[in-house]
Each structure stands twice: as C-alpha cells, then as structure tokens.
C-alpha cells in the first residue's frame, strides 16, 4: 500500500497508481520484495520511537525477526511474487 500511496501524491490519478503499484509488485524479486519490506519496517519503528507506542515497537520488533530470517518459510511468496494471487486483491474504493 506504500507504493500506491507515493504513487498517488505523484500522480492524483487513483487508477494509475494503483496499476503502477500493481506492476511495481509484480516485477519484483525475492530481493525486492525483502527490501521493500525493511524499508517499511524501518518506517514504522521510526514511528514508533516517534509515537512512545510500545505496542507498535513490539510489532516492528516481531517483523525485524521476519527481515532476519529471509530464508525462512515467511518468504517463500516472494520466489513467485509475480502470481496475481499476490496483487490482484488490491483494489481501490474511491469516491470519483
């Protein structure tokens, strides 16, 4: 969701960011999929020690564990990242 929301504050157009976002996903790697993810989890513990939010800064703590084991079982979607049955769901409801 990261993606379509960058994508959106660039473009204003709800259709085209979510098929960038969508293509985005779809393209990337086992590689790319674990750096977007540390990206993300580095957001949200900087948010985190922002906030004081214990509870955020256990949930990051428990995705740091996820990043760290990227040879775990957690990541063997990404090998096929590209399958609609990972970004297909993504839909967006919007107000025209």
């Keep these: 969701m990261t993606e379509f ?4 504050d660039r473009s204003g157009s709800v259709p ?3 098929r960038e976002a969508q293509e985005a996903f779809r ?3 086992r590689a790319g999929h674990l750096a977007a993810y540390g ?3 580095a957001r949200a513990g900087r948010a985190a ?3 004081g939010d214990e509870t955020l800064a256990e949930h990051v703590a428990d995705a ?6 990227e040879r775990g079982t957690a990541w063997d ?6 399958h609609p049955r990972h970004w297909a ?8």
Excluded: I, N, T
Aim: aromatic share 8%; charged share 30%.
């Design 5 to 8: 929301h960058e994508r959106f």
């Design 16 to 18: 085209g960011a979510l």
């Design 27 to 29: 393209l990337r790697d």
């Design 39 to 41: 990206r993300m989890v």
């Design 49 to 51: 020690a922002e906030l």
């Design 64 to 69: 740091r564990h996820l990043l760290e084991d």
């Design 77 to 82: 979607w990404a090998d096929d990242g590209g």
């Design 89 to 96: 769901g993504f839909v967006a409801v919007a107000a025209p």
